[in-house]
Structures are given as C-alpha cells and as structure tokens.
C-alpha cells in the first residue's frame, strides 16, 4: 500500500539549532515526493519536491531509496520556520498521498 | 492573480442532506484535485479533474462526486451527508504537463460542518 508517515506530531526546537522533520514512505517504484508548508493563516503551499534538488528557505531534503525516507533538513532554524509540514507522495497516476504532518516550533 | 479561490468558506449542514463546494483554479492551470482534511490529518486525496473529466479517484463512495466546467473551475457534491463527512475540503489546481505530476497550489479550504 502506498503511505507517508510522519511521525512526529510536534517538534519543537531553539533558534540557531538544527531542524530534522522525518518522513518515510511506502511506494513499489520510483516514488516522486514532496514538502508543502503551511504557516500559520496560510494556505498550504509547495516547499521543494525532490526531483528539482532545489534548497528553499534554507531547507533540503534527500531520497534515500534503502530506507525509504525523504527527510527535510535545516542547519540553523529560524522562527520563522514555525509552521506545518506536510510530507507528500505522487502515488502514481495523478494522486497525491499527505502524511499526518509535523508541527514545527522555532523557540527564541 | 488571486490563485485558487473556494467557496464557501464554512458551511453548516445536516446529516442526509446534500453539498457542493466551489473552487476556481489558478489562472492558467487546467487540472483541479479535491482533498478532505480531518482535524489532526493531512489531506486526503478525493479526486482529480482534467478535461472535464474525473481522471483518477481515491478512497471515496460515490456519495462524492465532481464536475469539471470548460473554464476549468470544479465543483464537488457530497451526498447523503454524514456526521464524518466534517472536514476541511480543499481545492488544488495544477497544469498539466509531461514530466509528471505538476505542482500544486491549494486554496484556503472550505469547512464543512455536519450536525
């Protein structure tokens, strides 16, 4: 079956300090993924998917096809980083799959 | 360009009764997908709309059902509501292209409530 799983719910972390969101996946192929972001009275929208290899606001995020994982990245957080993070999959076809999403709290 | 607008924005109804939800797309986009977020979920793939026609579905019954318009805006309709038909329903739009699927550009939602 196809699934994202994110398995934090809540993350919270200093300013300056690294951030990890984990996300693992379940998909028989190549799987294309992706992070949307939604900030706080924001529409959810696109962070990076991983087939372009772009960094976006400082943020990366690598497939690793052994263990099926697709986790985002920052060195240094920032408040402004506080947000919701969603993990996503093209399910093949034309589906996109969500995980649960991650909240991300940047602490002064 | 305002991007992908959905109306209403909240809605009260009864269980039995029956819904439909509006969405516009993205100026220039021509495929519209529809998501029901739980309180608590990610979004939940519905279905997707291309050329006027329903080109993939998820897990849903066919109490959900869609339309696409020649302008490319969407209408969802649930029927025979239920007490766990209560979610956020969102719009996506996208243009569709060869690499794959494009990415996409949510609206703000509209919240369905069920009493």
């Known amino acids: 079956a196809q699934r994202v799983t994110q398995p934090e719910k809540l993350l919270s972390v200093f300013k300056g300090a690294p951030v990890e969101l984990k996300c693992n996946y379940s998909?028989?192929?190549?799987?294309?993924l992706f992070w949307y972001v939604q900030y706080s009275r924001q529409r959810l929208q696109l962070l990076l998917r991983?087939?372009s290899r772009e960094s976006i606001k400082g943020f990366t995020a690598d497939l690793n096809k052994g263990e099926t994982s697709f986790h985002l990245k920052k060195p240094f957080a920032q408040e402004e980083d506080s947000a919701m993070y969603y993990c996503?999959?093209?399910?093949?076809?034309?589906?996109?799959?969500f995980g649960a999403g991650t909240r991300l709290f940047v602490k002064a | 360009d305002a991007g992908v607008t959905q109306s209403p924005t909240h809605l009260i109804k009864t269980r039995g009764q029956q819904v439909t939800l509006r969405c516009s797309p993205k100026?220039?986009?021509?495929?519209v997908s529809w998501y029901q977020q739980a309180l608590g979920q990610g979004p939940q793939f519905i279905f997707q709309?291309?050329?006027?026609?329903?080109?993939q579905r998820g897990n849903f019954p066919d109490r959900f059902s869609g339309h696409q318009f020649p302008n490319y805006s969407s209408e969802l309709n649930v029927n025979a509501l239920l007490l766990g038909d209560s979610a956020l329903y969102l719009c996506?739009?996208?243009?569709?292209?060869?690499?794959?699927?494009?990415?996409?550009?949510f609206g703000d939602g509209t919240r369905l409530s069920i009493l």
């Open positions: 996506a739009s996208s243009l569709y292209g060869t690499g794959g699927l494009q990415p996409q550009h």
């Open positions: 998909y028989s192929g190549s799987p294309e």
């Open positions: 991983h087939i």
């Open positions: 996503a999959l093209d399910g093949g076809g034309f589906k996109t799959i």
């Open positions: 100026s220039g986009h021509d495929t």
């Open positions: 709309y291309y050329e006027e026609e329903e080109r």
